[in-house]
């Protein structure tokens, strides 16, 4: 499974941006894909998850969505209400069927994107 990840951008706070991660193959019923951001000097920390249900962490509930179109193979992440700290590195990731908050589980990668708010 090959991830691509795409759509950062810099923006003021407020704005909104979506982010895209193309996958190489379907991955409707069998592999859970998740967002995750790195920020300078920080650990990489889960963002969003989706399966056939969606998780957030609790810094952007409210504010992110995960969705997925089968079709094109493509789990999107539309950032709305965007603030500074939500400035990092963002990465999509692949992983065997039951979404996790942890980034030691998952075993595909897509390059990372960057996203910068400024206030």
């Known amino acids: 499974v090959q991830l691509q990840a795409y759509g950062g951008g810099l923006v003021q706070a407020g704005a909104s941006l979506r982010l895209s991660c193309a996958v190489s193959?379907?991955?409707?019923?069998?592999?859970?894909v998740g967002w995750f951001r790195q920020a300078p000097g920080k650990e990489r920390e889960f963002v969003a998850g989706i399966t056939g249900r969606v998780l957030y962490s609790d810094s952007v509930k409210g504010r992110f969505t995960i969705s997925r179109d089968n079709a094109e193979n493509t789990v999107y992440l539309q950032m709305n209400s965007l603030k500074p700290e939500d400035t990092a590195v963002y990465y999509c990731a692949a992983k065997a069927k039951i979404i996790s908050t942890l980034s030691d589980e998952y075993n595909y990668w897509g390059q990372g994107t960057q996203v910068t708010v400024s206030s």
């Open positions: 193959r379907r991955t409707t019923s069998t592999y859970a």
